[in-house]
């Protein structure tokens, strides 16, 4: 009984760390294969949810929101769970269901920042942007991540035309040396239409030679009309990484 024990403390300790290891190298299709395998040996609805985070975060919304809707049916679905199913219904382009599902996450938890960002994203999804504004300002104050947040309220000004505003948000954390791909593009287009080459020149030059920073440059310009869909919104993961699953 006592080797069992053992071999039973070290697997579950190789486990951990094989996951910590995953997690902390975002390598989200294996996450999804070692919690299938976890799955297969036994049910447990913490390692369901976390499947379902990583297959969100490996871009397979179809697969998480499959694996999480009947959990998220319960009476007594936690935020964690919401959130998840709540996202995906967003990937797939359910603006309403996704809003359903993350307001009833919402009066679960108010002034939560993760369920105030996703707010504010689903219904810049839906063009009403006086509401996503409202939604990202809550999550601000609630001490949602600083970057996303102001990449965030910057893309609204972006579509409303306010690309000083934008740029006076995001270049600061571009000269930090803090900005993601997703934020460079959002500053390279509103620098691009307030004409300012140089800018875009230096974000693009070490990836294009001059003709192609030029042509970037002018397509970005000319866009008339920005819609969300031109610009890039930012959330986190929901779960993954957190210590207090139960087994």
Do not use: W
């Not at 036994?42 to 976390?50: F, L, P, Q």
């Not at 960002?117 to 689903?122: D, H, Y």
């Not at 300002?137 to 035309?161: C, F, M, P, Q, S």
Request: charged share 30%.
């Amino acid at each position: 009984m006592t080797l069992v024990g053992c071999s039973s403390t070290k697997s579950l300790d190789n486990h951990k760390t094989k996951e910590s290891m995953l997690i902390k190298t975002n390598n989200y299709d294996q996450l999804v294969l070692l919690y299938k395998e976890q799955l297969k040996i036994k049910e447990n609805k913490a390692t369901r949810v976390k499947l379902a985070d990583a297959y969100l975060n490996s871009g397979d919304a179809e697969s998480a929101l499959f694996i999480i809707s009947p959990i998220a049916l319960a009476t007594d679905a936690d935020v964690d769970v919401l959130l998840i199913q709540a996202h995906s219904e967003y990937e797939l382009g359910s603006y309403d269901r996704a809003l359903a599902t993350a307001e009833r996450a919402h009066s679960i938890s108010k002034n939560n920042a993760d369920i105030e960002n996703l707010l504010g994203v689903i219904y810049a999804g839906r063009e009403d942007y006086v509401k996503a504004r409202e939604y990202f300002n809550l999550a601000r104050t609630h001490l949602y991540d600083d970057i996303k947040i102001k990449n965030n309220l910057a893309v609204l000004d972006i579509i409303e035309g306010q690309y000083k505003q934008a740029v006076q948000k995001l270049l600061p954390i571009y000269l930090n040396e803090d900005a993601d791909d997703q934020l460079k593009a959002n500053l390279t287009l509103a620098m691009a239409k307030l004409g300012n080459f140089e800018y875009v020149k230096s974000i693009l030059g070490s990836k294009y030679d001059d003709v192609e920073v030029f042509e970037h440059f002018s397509a970005l310009k000319g866009i008339e009309r920005i819609k969300d869909s031109d610009v890039i919104l930012q959330t986190q993961p929901i779960s993954l990484g957190k210590e207090n699953e139960k087994e």
